[in-house]
């Protein structure tokens, strides 16, 4: 059964916690919602020990009258199961549901999602409050899709007790069977005398003397990532099982710091796909943040997708939090739908005035509604209501960029010949260039079908197994156009050494071999020269690489490795792959991309002044395209010349104007 999102038109509202206020407040609530233009909420996320007082004693009347004044006002639903706060109640009555850490150390409750994730005590109760309210709301007319938990893994992704270790063990076991000899295969164990003869000896890796077994921290990674993901699906039965026809979401956090779980693994269980995302304070280019969030997040749920939660002005959980300047807010929320989502939502309904958010801004400021906040919310309100026909429609792109979290979890293991590697760091430098250039990017998994691309950039690709090594060759001997990071293909999905010279798996594709890393320690780059720009640097990364069929771009300019090749292209079967053995300085990865995508003929979504981003979402009747400016002086861009602006409502015949810091959607009638 297709269970989707029954809202009409785009979705707009956020986390509302009115328990959180006396009930005079409520009224308020509904008034400035509708005023808002707000059509869903999500509503419950934590509100557990509100209702279930004590074990198997519930009290639905808060809930019940908040749903039904959200029915009798026109806003749907999206109802959460509490299950990311359980009530101090619980702890007491089992302790050994509390999460303890690599130190062995236990946490306290006090706060939020603090349980152990393997906890029977803590499944069975989460499933038991989950059933609750499953039955009560199942009907009920506010209710248009579930929100399974809230952020799994946030803040408990890992728990080390002995309860989760023997997790761990039956995870392993149906991982590798009943004999420990392929674990200790996949492992390594005879290195550091780590061989285990039975399984009561394996543990997970807890804070040991010196670096535990990098497969054995793979592994965990995996377990842990899975161990969540069998909470959600649980909940996510007990949910469908009282109402069928009902979607079932949970809000995934890509974003910059966040890694904890496998969302390729988590996505294709949950009907909507959803995600969080927060700015970074410390992020200049924030707008390249949202954007690679959102493709990604976009190519998880393969379409359109909800963005559950983002901020209207500062968070409260960075060491300083950045307020958002002059249309900040607009253009983040739309630069989120233009990357695909339907519905637009945010950390929270009203500012709270206790709790540990609450400097935390919300659509409804502590100012209330004389502030600039709620006049930036109406208005987008307005705006999310104008751009109704984008809904369903979706990007398409010619270039795909490889994302695996073993690989990125791989990467940043310790004892790395460098400790400087960081997954999200380089694939966000090579995201800038096309970011910059306009071009339209997905991402996929390493063994995806890659039929619908003529580019294909692995940035970072540390870990490949077989399958996925011989589906990058097959596209570019294809005819397809491959592009490979340093230090990729270089361990098998054990994490072992591929042997005979690197970059391992990639070795005969890219028509090259290294036999030595040599990795660039922070503050000191190696020059590049070739056919790179003036003045070119290196950094993180170099490797003394011999051509095998391939042709050099650029060479070391000095250092120990002078004369080596730095970046290469071989040709390959009907297509090409080149090679970039270390990180080049931003103009100089640009000029490489450049020529790269050229090569593979890729152009830009629309030609556009530098910092004006345009997206484009496709949909059965027209092309949507999406013109933010982030130069703060403006632009024209060149339309259809039956183009209408859809904010305006006017038409725009050849060009659309942008004004400075501001966001246009242009509908192009397609089938002309
Ligand atoms: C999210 C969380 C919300 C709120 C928000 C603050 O991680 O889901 O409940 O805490 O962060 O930015």
Same mark, same amino acid.
């Given at each position: 059964?297709?269970?989707?999102l029954?809202?009409?038109?785009?979705?707009?509202?956020?986390?509302?916690?009115?328990?959180?206020?006396p009930e005079?407040?409520?009224?308020?609530?509904?008034r400035?919602m509708?005023e808002?233009?707000?059509?869903?909420?999500? *509503?419950?996320?934590?509100?557990?020990?509100?209702?279930?007082?004590?074990?198997? *004693?519930y009290?639905?009347?808060?809930?019940?009258?908040v749903l039904d004044?959200?029915?009798?006002n026109g806003?749907?639903?999206?109802l959460a199961?509490?299950?990311?706060?359980?009530p101090?109640?619980f702890?007491?009555?089992?302790?050994?549901?509390?999460?303890?850490?690599?130190?062995?150390?236990?946490?306290?409750y006090?706060?939020?999602?603090?349980f152990?994730?393997? @906890?029977?005590?803590?499944?069975?109760?989460a499933?038991?409050?989950?059933r609750?309210?499953?039955? /009560?709301?199942?009907?009920?007319p506010?209710?248009v899709m579930?929100?399974?938990?809230?952020?799994?893994?946030?803040h408990n992704a890992?728990?080390?007790?002995?309860t989760?270790?023997?997790?761990?063990?039956?995870w392993?076991?149906a991982?590798y069977?009943?004999?420990?000899?392929a674990?200790?295969?996949?492992?390594?164990?005879?290195?550091?005398?780590?061989w285990?003869?039975?399984?009561?000896e394996?543990?997970?890796?807890?804070?040991t =003397?010196?670096?535990?077994?990098p497969?054995?921290? +793979?592994?965990?990674?995996?377990?842990? @990532?899975?161990?969540?993901?069998?909470?959600?699906?649980a909940?996510?039965? %007990?949910?469908?099982?009282? &109402?069928p026809s009902?979607p079932a979401t949970?809000?995934?956090?890509?974003?910059a710091?966040?890694?904890?779980?496998?969302?390729?693994r988590?996505?294709? #269980?949950?009907d909507?796909?959803?995600?969080?995302?927060?700015?970074?304070s410390t992020?200049?280019?924030?707008?390249?943040?949202?954007?690679?969030?959102?493709?990604?997040?976009?190519?998880?749920?393969?379409?359109p997708?909800l963005?559950?939660e983002?901020?209207?002005?500062?968070?409260n959980w960075q $060491? *300083?939090?950045?307020?958002?300047?002059p249309?900040?807010?607009? /253009?983040?929320?739309?630069?989120?739908?233009?990357?695909? &989502?339907?519905?637009?939502?945010?950390?929270q309904?009203?500012?709270?005035?206790a709790?540990?958010e609450q400097?935390?801004?919300?659509?409804?400021?502590?100012?209330?509604?004389?502030s600039r906040?709620?006049?930036d919310?109406?208005r987008?309100g307005?705006d999310?209501k104008?751009l109704?026909?984008?809904? =369903?429609?979706?990007?398409t792109?010619?270039?795909?960029?490889?994302?695996d979290?073993?690989?990125?979890?791989?990467?940043?293991l310790?004892?790395q010949p460098?400790?400087?590697? /960081?997954?999200?760091e +380089?694939?966000?430098?090579?995201?800038e260039?096309?970011?910059?250039?306009g071009?339209a990017?997905?991402?996929v998994?390493?063994?995806?079908?890659?039929?619908?691309?003529?580019?294909?950039l692995?940035? @970072?690709?540390y870990? *490949?197994?077989?399958?996925?090594?011989?589906n990058?060759?097959?596209f570019?001997?294809?005819?397809g156009?491959?592009a490979?990071?340093?230090?990729?293909?270089a361990?098998?999905?054990?994490c072992?050494v591929?042997?005979?010279?690197?970059p391992?798996?990639?070795r005969?594709?890219l028509?090259v /071999?290294?036999?030595? $890393?040599?990795p +660039?320690?922070p503050?000191a780059?190696?020059?590049? @020269?070739?056919?790179?720009?003036?003045?070119a640097?290196?950094t993180?990364?170099s490797?003394? !690489?011999?051509? #095998?069929?391939?042709?050099?771009?650029?060479s070391?300019?000095?250092g $120990?490795l002078?004369g080596?090749?730095?970046v290469t292209?071989h040709g390959?079967?009907?297509? &090409?792959a080149?090679y970039?053995a270390? !990180?080049p300085?931003?103009?100089?990865?640009?000029?490489v991309?450049?020529?790269?995508?050229?090569e593979?003929? %890729?152009?830009?979504?629309?030609?556009?002044p &530098?910092?004006?981003?345009?997206?484009?979402?496709?949909?059965? #009747?027209?092309?949507?395209?999406f013109?933010?400016?982030h130069?703060?002086?403006g632009?024209?861009?060149p339309?259809?010349?039956?183009?209408?602006?859809?904010?305006?409502?006017k038409?725009?015949?050849g060009?659309?104007?942008v004004?400075?810091?501001?966001?246009?959607?242009?509908?192009?009638?397609?089938?002309?």
């Open positions: 059964m297709k269970r989707t029954s809202v009409p038109g785009l979705a707009y509202g956020g986390d509302y916690n009115p328990e959180q206020w005079e407040v409520w009224a308020e609530d509904m400035l509708r808002a233009g707000v059509n869903l909420v999500s *509503v419950g996320i934590f509100s557990w020990a509100l209702l279930e007082p004590s074990e198997g *004693v009290d639905f009347s808060r809930l019940d009258k004044l959200l029915h009798d806003i749907a639903a999206d199961t509490p299950t990311a706060a359980p101090a109640w702890f007491r009555a089992h302790p050994e549901a509390l999460p303890t850490d690599r130190d062995g150390r236990t946490l306290s006090g706060s939020r999602q603090t152990c994730p393997s @906890s029977p005590a803590y499944r069975e109760a499933l038991r409050i989950a609750a309210v499953a039955e /009560r709301y199942a009907d009920h506010a209710v579930w929100h399974v938990h809230n952020e799994y893994g946030c890992a728990c080390y007790c002995d989760s270790a023997a997790a761990f063990r039956r392993l076991r991982r069977g009943d004999d420990p000899a674990l200790n295969d996949a492992w390594g164990t005879t290195f550091w005398s780590q285990y003869y039975d399984w009561e394996v543990l997970p890796p807890r804070a =003397g010196a670096v535990p077994n497969t054995h921290q +793979l592994d965990w990674r995996r377990f842990c @990532s899975d161990e969540l993901l069998s909470l959600c699906t909940e996510r039965d %007990v949910l469908r099982a009282a &109402a009902v949970t809000n995934f956090m890509v974003m710091n966040f890694e904890a779980l496998d969302y390729w988590w996505a294709p #269980e949950l909507v796909v959803s995600n969080d995302h927060y700015l970074m992020d200049p280019e924030s707008e390249i943040d949202i954007a690679l969030s959102g493709d990604v997040v976009r190519s998880l749920a393969g379409g997708w963005l559950m983002h901020s209207t002005g500062a968070v $060491p *300083v939090n950045r307020a958002k300047g249309g900040e807010l607009r /253009r983040n929320a739309l630069a989120h739908v233009a990357r695909g &989502a339907d519905g637009v939502a945010y950390f309904w009203r500012a709270a005035k709790g540990a400097w935390h801004s919300a659509m409804l400021p502590h100012a209330g509604t004389d906040i709620w006049q919310v109406v987008l307005a999310l104008a109704a026909e984008v809904r =369903g429609s979706t990007g792109a010619e270039v795909a960029v490889v994302w979290w073993d690989a990125r979890w791989a990467l940043e310790p004892s460098s400790g400087e590697l /960081r997954f999200l +380089l694939v966000r430098s090579w995201y260039p096309l970011w910059r250039s071009v990017v997905d991402f998994r390493p063994d995806a079908d890659l039929s619908a691309y003529r580019l294909v692995a940035p @970072s690709l870990l *490949v197994d077989d399958a996925g090594a011989a990058l060759a097959a570019a001997e294809g005819g156009t491959l490979v990071g340093f230090h990729s293909g361990v098998d999905e054990n072992h591929r042997l005979g010279g690197y391992g798996a990639f005969d594709v028509g /071999r290294s036999d030595e $890393p040599f +660039l320690l503050g780059p190696v020059g590049l @020269s070739g056919a790179v720009p003036e003045g640097t290196g993180l990364w490797e003394r !690489l011999r051509l #095998e069929g391939a042709e050099a771009v650029a070391y300019a000095d $120990p002078a080596v090749p730095a292209r390959y079967g009907a297509g &090409a080149w970039l270390t !990180l300085d931003p103009d100089t990865l640009a000029a991309l450049d020529r790269v995508r050229s593979a003929g %890729v152009e830009p979504v629309r030609s556009a &530098a910092g004006v981003e345009v997206v484009r979402r496709r949909g059965p #009747e027209a092309d949507y395209l013109v933010i400016d130069t703060g002086r632009a024209s861009v339309v259809a010349a039956d183009a209408t602006e859809l904010l305006t409502g038409e725009t015949p060009s659309v104007t004004a400075p810091g501001d966001v246009a959607v242009v509908r192009e009638p397609r089938g002309r």
